[in-house]
């Protein structure tokens, strides 16, 4: 499984960013797939993630929550983060990442199989 991800670059704080990850090399359908990111000198942290078990599920890190939209296009095998009203402390290398089970922000990193290279995305005040 491949994940690529793109759409990281510079942004004045209260603009707009859409990251985007294509996975490739298995069905994309049914994965559950997240977004994390990890700031200079901080451990990765989880920011959103969506599954799937009759209908979508999402969740969100409240540092995130009502400003932040995770979304995925099955036909596309892509899954995207809307990110709006960023803030400097929204700086941070973005990374995806996706497992056959839910991933939230208590699942531990390590027990996810696929993880995507990053991007980065800096907010400057």
């Known amino acids: 499984v491949q994940l690529q991800a793109y759409g990281g670059g510079s942004v004045q704080a209260g603009g707009s960013l859409r990251l985007s990850c294509a996975a490739s090399g298995r069905t994309f359908n049914g994965y559950a797939m997240a977004w994390f990111r990890q700031a200079p000198g901080k451990e990765r942290e989880f920011v959103a993630g969506?599954?799937?078990?009759?209908?979508?599920?999402?969740y969100y890190a409240d540092s995130v929550k009502g400003r932040f939209t995770i979304s995925r296009d099955n036909a596309k095998s892509t899954v995207y983060l809307q990110m709006n009203s960023l803030k400097p402390e929204d700086t941070a290398v973005y990374y995806c990442?996706?497992?056959?089970?839910?991933?939230?922000?208590?699942?531990?990193?390590?027990?996810?199989?696929?993880w995507g290279q990053g991007t980065q995305v800096t907010v400057s005040s």
């Open positions: 990442a996706t497992d056959p089970y839910p991933i939230t922000i208590t699942t531990p990193m390590n027990n996810i199989d696929y």
């Open positions: 969506i599954s799937w078990s009759g209908g979508y599920t999402y």
